[in-house]
């Protein structure tokens, strides 16, 4: 065993998480739910495809001006 291990030890972190899953066993579902509703979506590549092709680039000096052409 090592000099520096400590089988028994948990952070207050580790505490705190562990007690709000406890109090709310329905909070890892709910999370998971947010997650799906923002994150977990499926990627049209085409779309992506046609829109990296159809990206302008960008000048050397973004916040100038162009002249007025009249």
Request: glycine letters at 2%; aromatic letters at 12%; charged letters at 25%.
């Amino acid at each position: 065993m090592s000099f520096f291990a400590r089988p028994h030890y948990a952070s207050d972190a580790t505490q705190f998480i562990d007690q709000l899953k406890t109090a709310q066993p329905q909070l890892e579902a709910e999370q998971r739910q947010g997650r799906a509703l923002l994150w977990d979506k499926t990627i049209d590549r085409e779309f992506q495809r046609q829109a990296e092709s159809a990206r302008v680039p960008q000048g050397a000096y973004v916040y100038q001006t162009l002249p007025d052409p009249h």
